[in-house]
């Protein structure tokens, strides 16, 4: 089974700063990557899928790269209610999917 | 507006079945694959498999292989996940998601069902 390992596992950065947040598989998934956020007991929301393609609705400040192996969710400025815990997810052509174990994102 | 709508919160004994229910509104039933996906309390996510409305074809995480069913009736824009033989590790939250643009997404989420396995 492919893995999906994120870095870091927290991270505190101050309102404004970029931010990123790295995903990475243990084997080649092509562009097979979405990014979720889940904030404090919510429901998860989706904001990128196919590697870097925006969810619609979501701030542009979110973007998306990578493909193979490395992948990195960007905020470009951090808001206040970006506050949250990030997950990648893969998912594959039987449309499975893996999770990531999550980042934890506060606000310094 | 799509809407997912799901049962209320369970309480179970360990070796029991929960069976968990997901009424769609808003869109065709039919057209989207719903997904289950668990959250164990202060966890991450557990994707656990989906069914295709249409069809009823399913595919299950391995994790749950031989202890997860996924059902739907489409009379009632319903889908359902029954896990069995449950343990106290299955105290989670459990999601139905519907599908986005890409299948294996989830883009729309149910408010989430409290399962607690306690003797």
């Known amino acids: 089974d492919i893995q999906m390992t994120q870095s870091p596992s927290s991270l505190s950065a101050s309102v404004g700063d970029r931010v990123t947040i790295t995903c990475r598989a243990s084997q080649g998934i092509s562009n097979s990557l979405a990014w979720y956020q889940q904030k404090a007991g919510k429901v998860p929301k989706i904001l990128i899928y196919a590697a870097s393609t925006l969810q619609s609705g979501v701030p542009s400040r979110f973007s998306g790269s990578g493909s193979g192996t490395d992948f990195t969710l960007t905020i470009s400025s951090l808001q206040p209610e970006d506050v949250a815990i990030y997950y990648c997810q893969k998912y594959n052509s039987d449309l499975s999917a893996t999770f990531g174990q999550g980042t934890r994102l506060e606000i310094k | 507006q799509v809407q997912l709508v799901q049962s209320g919160a369970e309480v179970k004994k360990p070796g029991a079945s929960v069976k968990v229910s997901c009424k769609a509104s808003g869109y065709t039933f039919t057209g989207y694959y719903i997904h289950w996906v668990r959250q164990a309390p202060g966890q991450g996510l557990e994707w656990m498999g989906w069914?295709?409305?249409?069809?009823?074809?399913?595919n299950y995480a391995q994790n749950f292989q031989g202890r997860v069913t996924m059902t739907r009736d489409t009379s009632i824009s319903t889908a359902y996940m029954e896990l069995s033989r449950l343990r106290s590790d299955d105290s989670a939250v459990y999601y139905c998601a519907r599908a986005g643009f890409f299948a294996a997404t989830q883009e729309y989420w149910g408010q989430g069902t409290l399962v607690t396995v306690s003797s």
């Open positions: 069914i295709n409305p249409s069809s009823g074809d399913t």
